[in-house]
């Protein structure tokens, strides 16, 4: 998209976004909790039900979950798994302690999933914005693009590799030569010049001049021509 289109479109995604919170933000009791929050507290105490939870005395219980074991303090909201004081919002572990003592589950969430947090974040909202084509033209000039030169030479056809990107490895340093049978280089960069007599190639090579030594079908062939 072009800039100015791009600007428009996350614009109006601003303008729904916000101005559905606004409206909910409006109708917020004090001490609600936000949707987000009521969606994960269900879904905490739907799993909290496999859970088993023993008091130790001093405000400190043992959850079980499984096979596991997770200390939980509910004064300093603290539990093993971490999850609560991470999110702000009681585990599954925390809720099972909090139903078996018959407490509220919402005195434990943190403020910030609140109508106290919620309602001043969107006490503003986006208002409504003319169209361009309504806008007073105050005669200033259009700016145009700036005018693109073609460089000199030829265009790159490779893309040009970012600093973080790999490079292409060396090449491999285990190169049998033809020749001399020797590793590290290639026929063509061998320095010997020579070629090994207990090749394969030579003795081929031999075997084609025995044949034709004898007399193969290519000579005699050229002897009938001849005479």
């Known amino acids: 998209m072009l800039v100015f289109s791009l600007l ?19 109708d917020m009791e004090d001490g609600q909790l936000t949707a987000y929050a009521l969606k994960e ?40 798994c971490g999850k609560w004081q991470i999110c702000g919002i009681p585990c599954k572990h925390a ?3 909090i139903y078996d003592q018959r407490m509220n589950p919402h005195d434990f969430i943190s403020p910030w999933f609140k109508a106290a947090a919620y309602n001043p974040t969107y006490t503003e909202h ?24 073609r460089p000199s030479g030829r265009p790159a056809k490779k893309r040009k590799k970012g600093a973080n990107e790999p490079k ?26 020579g070629t090994s007599a207990t090749g394969p190639s030579t003795s081929k090579r031999g075997a084609a001049g025995a044949s034709t030594s004898k007399g193969g079908p290519n000579t005699r062939k050229r002897a009938k021509t001849a005479a």
């Open 126 to 149: 986006i208002h409504p914005m003319e169209d361009p084509s309504q806008w007073p033209d105050f005669g200033l000039p259009t700016i145009q693009p700036p005018i693109i030169k």
């Open 95 to 97: 809720l099972r302690v």
């Open 41 to 80: 507290l269900e879904e905490r105490t739907a799993e909290s039900r496999l859970c088993y939870a023993t008091a130790c005395g001093g405000g400190e219980f043992e959850v079980r979950d499984g096979h596991v074991n997770f200390p939980i303090r509910l004064a300093t909201r603290i539990c093993a």
């Open 168 to 193: 292409k490895g060396k090449r491999n340093t285990n190169v049998k030569c033809g020749k001399c049978r020797e590793f590290g280089h290639n026929s063509r960069t061998c320095k010997s010049g």
């Open 8 to 26: 428009e479109a996350i614009r109006s995604w601003c303008i729904q976004r916000v101005g559905a919170r606004f409206d909910k933000a409006v």
